[in-house]
């Protein structure tokens, strides 16, 4: 299995933006796609977006969709998930997870590995 550290989370501003990392090592970072999630105190995990495991694609949940990037480099076995325009119903814990395919998936069933999540508050 793949070991993954997210890092880059904070608080922020209503407006402001973060960067998340999602660093990776024990496996050929190149082999995964990449899913970033988050948890919201009493609600579900929810996907937040994937990136292929060329970085040629990305998909994202509407409610994120033109405010958050997903990229990645694998020559530094790191994702990074780029988070603009915050809005105070973004504060949650967020995971990055890895899926042993080239393909994506907004299902959290299809990762197998996940990282240990960290905090964004975003202030009103």
């Known amino acids: 299995q793949v070991q993954l550290v997210e890092s880059g989370g904070g608080l922020v501003q209503a407006g402001g933006s973060l960067r998340l990392s999602c660093a990776a090592s024990?496996?050929?970072?190149?082999?995964?796609?990449m899913g970033w999630f988050r948890q919201a105190p009493g609600k579900e995990r929810e996907f937040v977006g994937y990136?292929?495991?060329?970085?040629?694609?990305?998909l994202y949940a509407d409610s994120v969709k033109g405010r958050f990037t997903i990229s990645r480099d694998n020559a530094k076995n790191t994702a990074y998930l780029q988070m603009n325009s915050l809005k105070p119903e973004d504060t949650a814990v967020y995971y990055c997870?890895?899926?042993?395919?080239?393909?994506?998936?907004?299902?959290?069933?299809?990762?197998?590995?996940w990282g240990q999540g960290t905090q964004v508050t975003v202030s009103s």
């Open positions: 024990g496996r050929p970072f190149s082999l995964y796609s």
């Open positions: 997870a890895a899926r042993l395919a080239g393909a994506g998936s907004t299902d959290k069933a299809d990762y197998g590995s």
């Open positions: 990136i292929t495991r060329s970085g040629r694609s990305a």
